[in-house]
T-cell receptor, first 118, second 114 residues
Framework: GAVVSQHPSRVICKSGTSVKIECRSL??????MFWYRQFPKQSLMLMAT?????????EQGVEKDKFLINHASLTLSTLTVTSAHPEDSSFYIC??????????????FGPGTRLTVL | AQTVTQSQPEMSVQEAETVTLSCTYD???????LFWYKQPPSRQMILVIR??????QNATENRFSVNFQKAAKSFSLKISDSQLGDTAMYFC???????????FGAGTRLTVKP
């Protein structure tokens, strides 16, 4: 149980285009999902927290108009990178918190999406 | 703001031996959770072990155990009987309360040598 999927796993796009990444909780409901970015040989940096049915909360320094997050259902959150540029190339990871998990406070991570902007 | 510090960028250990990875954190809160995650070359984040701050007993999961020193804000991971499959990046992580975000340390790259 507690599986999180991401689609696509890899994407290559041209500079100036937009890319959508999906994050799904497959066997549980996730009221909260998180989006992280990981540059090569670095740690995970939280970009935003996504709550179902409400606007995402962005970390300082993350452009909300560039990284659009939608959490329309309890099992799906999407991250859209708008007008992508080469510096947006990175590994994007989502995680989800099980709404029924009680006090365990564990996040389940997706396998990540590697974005390359040419 | 909560911070997590891993001061060992890289470590290596011989197969079957024991290794300890260090982690310190900073918070003014009394209730929180601490985690160790493993990230193998596939980059899938795998939960290794977790500790609730209100529990005094150190968590243990098979070959993995922690030394949780709340007063010192220290949370080290001990891997016993190291195996080649333990080779990975290890991240220490902190989350303050239920539904809060998770903060990660910079990571320690562990290599298990045959």
């Amino acid at each position: 149980g507690a599986v999180v999927s991401q689609h696509p796993s890899r994407v290559i796009c041209k500079s100036g285009t937009s890319v959508k990444i999906e994050c799904r909780s497959l066997d549980f409901q996730a009221t909260t999902m998180f989006w992280y970015r990981q540059f090569p040989k670095q740690s995970l940096m939280l970009m935003a927290t996504s709550n179902e049915g409400s606007k995402a909360t962005y970390e300082q320094g993350v452009e909300k108009d560039k990284f659009l997050i939608n959490h329309a259902s309890l099992t799906l959150s999407t991250l859209t990178v708008t007008s992508a540029h080469p510096e947006d190339s990175s590994f994007y990871i989502c995680s989800a918190r099980d709404a029924q998990a009680g006090g365990l406070d564990e996040q389940f991570f997706g396998p990540g999406t590697r974005l390359t902007v040419l | 703001a909560q911070t997590v510090t891993q001061s060992q960028p890289e470590m290596s250990v011989q197969e079957a031996e024991t290794v300890t990875l260090s982690c310190t954190y900073d918070t003014s809160e009394s209730n929180y959770y601490l985690f160790w995650y493993k990230q193998p070359p596939s980059r899938q984040m795998i939960l290794v072990i977790r500790q609730e701050a209100y529990k005094q007993q150190n968590a243990t999961e098979n070959r993995f155990s922690v030394n949780f020193q709340k007063a010192a804000k220290s949370f080290s991971l001990k891997i016993s009987d190291s195996q080649l499959g333990d080779t990975a990046m290890y991240f220490c992580a902190f989350t303050q309360t239920y539904n809060n975000d998770m903060r990660f340390g910079a990571g320690t790259r562990l290599t298990v040598k045959p």
